[in-house]
């Protein structure tokens, strides 16, 4: 047998490349690349993590049984294993045969010289993870000594307390990562500073934004002075920005090691301390480097000499990344459809994959056939999907098409595209007017206009063909799916479930929606201004046919069954949610509670949070928040305060509303005919605009279907060693499956696992952008927090999207599965979607940041008459729970009231 390759304990640069991670760390491996790649990168060599294992092992077992005693976000805890693990090795030598080859690696460097020690950690400077500044540095490092020592610091410094927590809250085991150690050449610098090859704000990839300040850059990195910022336009390498700072301080090298914080006076404070043609040089220098790792760089550099130097290059891990550019000699915009959905997290790959199969699907309505993977309109990004708006806004008719339905279902992002509208880019081209436009055009819309007459006509009539039309698809494809026999029959079933279902389904639903919200939007314009006219929107609560309410009221009864028995009753009482659920998944709730509670999951089992990705679990699947909400309907005495009281009281507020808005048009010019085409429209509204949710819920049913049937294909192919999990096949894409199904062997649970892994990267992302420009400016909330944003008052300002006015406590929630309302709280919250609507029955307001009149919440709001402002920007980090407001759903505005309490 052969024994293993021993991995050297020293490496200089010249023998590092970027593939060398494992060994020397990203730091290390960035600058053995660089090196090799012909930048100018001070000399200097590595202690591999074979010496820092090495180091570690006399004391390894104890370390990691103390570090694995932290939970994630116990700080206390991780302050006190973190100094007992650095006490303990902060006491142990540098081993005597790794400490011969540093001493060895030092002299042939040149021991004259002074030295950075540097940590370079194995999970640092990754493509999707930056640890900066998690592991410790030492400067103007002289002699045997103390070059020994700081290596040793450097290995201790891995067990920091933020470097702990950091780890743990990111998903690193301990025992994966580990350290080597950067020995560099002293650059003795002028100036120093970082150079961002991309704006790091707005997300410019043309623009590169320098930091600069005088002495060593670890001052300007800890943020201990004040610097100068530089932007050039790489595109025409242009300055386009300086601001001067006021440096005050400059760290600087003492001669015989060490370094000293010098106070500035004078002149030099204010200086610029790079002219032009410098900026110029160092951007240029780092698009070099960016175009060589094929992604925008964070790099440290320093000017010594007239020359400049690069200490360290890493990725900015925090820049969105962009979709594939459709066209790249012009500039997209591309738009969230997670805002539309009010869903901003990750979508699986079969999840992605399937909605991209359902806008091809939709393309062939128009006569564009094309596969999912080569249509232009849907693009991924970030384990999401963004949606290409260029050529509607670039057309004089689509870009107010575009801005209309942005303020429908996204007003905060139509806000963000109203300006773009005027950018030179984005104006209509010559010859917008195309004859191969209108014939597809005239293809796609044609039917969708006769039935729109139809439905005019006989709204009833065609909302009940369309009802019967989605039983009977459903129907039919449930018995083709259990009839399919192996992978490759389920995705042939699959793949004609997507075409059949989106272009003989939109046709028939686009003009029930279409004329309801027609309907409504005549009624709001006939109305606007008219003295005594009720709020129009009034008539879109209590919305009859509407299957999100629907679902809300069968869930209450379910309560209402599991309430007739005493045992039941107790047992939700004395039992948690996620006790509940596990009994139910083995059948062992009382009698009573198991079959209501198996009779709502037969119906809606399938829904659940996301429910729009396919690879998210449904609520038969993880039936926890469903217990939840009825333990807290279980609560409920008052009966006013019950879903069927509060719908039928909202219906009936709705129904009493008509003849007021008929009354008051019939007083004004014209009134006669106005008052007819009001009282059409509205009973048009009541008729039809409770349908919004049923194409989701159609489709979310087509879902339940493949993914029980996925699941149980996954559990046949873990039993085979195919897969390691029965949901791995939604961590594969669609042409991943079809290969799968084909025979193609591949560790297909390998990439499961990678995809996986991405995807859980990618949840940990805070902050989302609704709009991308393909040069990657980004616009993250639809609209900054602006002078617009904020009333005079500092009052936070959004859309108006259900009439009313509440005062009561802020509660921010971010997963609906594990927190509840206090019946009156105020939710705030970034987005909904069905799985949300339990909560809205203790509701006493709604603040959503994203959403318009037509998105879910909004909707829902507006069912249960529960005052509502969306678009808000930022609201759940504006708003804190416990602060008391005031929410004003016919204005638009969410009002921050005193503290009772401070008032007295």
Known sequence: MTPPIQLPYVLPFSAINKDDLPRVGGKGANLGEMTRAGFPVPPGF???????????????????????????????????????????????????????????????????????????????????????????????????????????????????DRAILYRLQNGFD?????????????????????????????????????????????????GLVSADLYKVDRRN????????????????????????????????????????????????????????????QDIEWALAGGKFYILQSRPITSLYPLPPQIEPERLEVWFSFGAVQGMLDPITPLGRSTLMAIFSSAGRMFGIHTTPEKQTLVRSAGERLFINLTHLITHPIGRRIAYLALQQVESGTAAALLPLLDDPA???????????????????????????VLTVLAPDEKREEFLAFLDAFLKRYEARFAAADSLAEYLDVYDDLVQEGISNGLPKFLPLIGVGMASLNLVINLTRHVPGAPNPLVLTR???????????????????????SETAVTHFQSHTPAELAAAYLDGQLPEQAQTAVAHFMARYGMRGVGEIDLGHPRWREKP????????????????????????????????????????????????????????????????????????????????????????????????????????????????????????????????????????????????????????????YEGVRATPQTIAPDGALVGSPVSPGVV??????????????????????????????????LAAGGLVMEVGGLMTHGSVVAREYGIPAVVGVDQATTRLQSGQRIRVDGSAGIVTLLPDPDEQH
């Open 237 to 296: 390498y242009r300055v386009t920005e300086v601001v001067v700072a006021d440096k005050k301080m400059a760290i600087r090298p003492l001669p015989d090691g060490g370094t000293i914080h010098e106070d500035l006076s004078g002149p030099a404070r204010t200086a610029r301390v790079l002219h032009d043609g410098q900026a110029i040089i160092l951007a240029e220098i780092g698009e070099r480097i960016a175009r060589h790792y094929g992604r925008p």
């Open 46 to 160: 590595c202690l591999t993590t074979a010496a820092y294992r090495r180091f570690l092992t006399a004391a390894a077992e104890d370390v990691f049984a103390a570090l694995d005693s932290i939970a994630p976000g116990d700080l206390e805890r991780a302050r006190a294993v973190g100094q007992q693990v650095r006490q303990q090795l902060g006491q142990l030598p540098v081993p005597p045969d790794v400490a011969e080859r540093v001493i060895t690696a030092w002299q042939d460097a040149g021991e004259q010289h002074a030295y950075a020690v540097r940590s370079s950690a194995t999970a640092e400077d990754l493509p999707d993870a930056s640890f900066a500044g998690q592991q410790d540095t030492y400067l103007n490092i002289r002699g045997q000594e103390a070059l020994l020592t700081a290596v040793r610091d450097c290995w201790v410094s891995l067990f920091t």
């Open 624 to 779: 926890e928040p469903i217990m939840q909400t009825l333990q807290s309907y279980l609560r409920i005495t008052d009966a006013s305060r019950a879903p069927d009281a509060v719908f039928a009281r909202s219906a009936a507020e709705a129904e009493a509303a008509i003849e007021p808005l008929v009354t008051a048009v019939a007083q004004t010019p014209g009134g006669p005919l106005k008052a007819q085409m009001v009282r059409a429209a509205a009973d048009r509204v009541r008729a039809l605009a409770g349908l919004r949710e049923s194409p989701k819920f159609f489709i979310v049913q087509l879902f339940g279907m493949v993914r029980a049937g996925l699941l149980q294909i996954g559990q046949e192919m873990v039993a085979a060693g195919t897969l390691t999990q029965a949901d791995d096949l939604f961590f594969l894409h669609l042409r991943d499956l079809r290969a799968l199904a084909a025979g193609e062997q591949r560790d297909w649970a390998a990439l499961a696992a990678q995809n996986r892994a991405a995807y859980h990267r990618e949840m940990r992302r805070q902050q989302i952008p609704r709009l991308l420009l393909s040069d990657g400016r980004t616009f």
């Open 426 to 452: 984005f104006q209509p081209q010559a010859g917008w007017f195309k004859t191969s436009t209108a014939e597809h055009l005239k293809q796609g819309f044609q039917p969708v206009l006769e039935n729109a």
């Open 542 to 564: 209590g919305l009859p046919h509407n299957v999100t309410t629907e679902m809300d009221l069968v869930l209450w009864q379910t309560a209402q069954q599991i309430r007739q």
């Open 174 to 222: 301990h025992r994966q990562v580990t350290l080597s150690v950067v020995v560099q050449r002293m650059v003795l610098p002028d100036v120093s500073g970082i150079l961002f090859t991309a704006d790091p704000l707005t997300g410019a990839r043309h623009v590169a934004s320098i930091d600069a300040s005088y002495g060593l850059g670890e001052a300007l990195v800890a």
């Open 807 to 840: 005062e009561g406590v802020v509660h921010v929630v971010f997963n609906p599965h594990t927190e509840q309302l206090a019946p009156g709280e105020i939710l705030v919250c970034p987005g909904t979607d069905p799985a949300w609507t339990p909560l809205f």
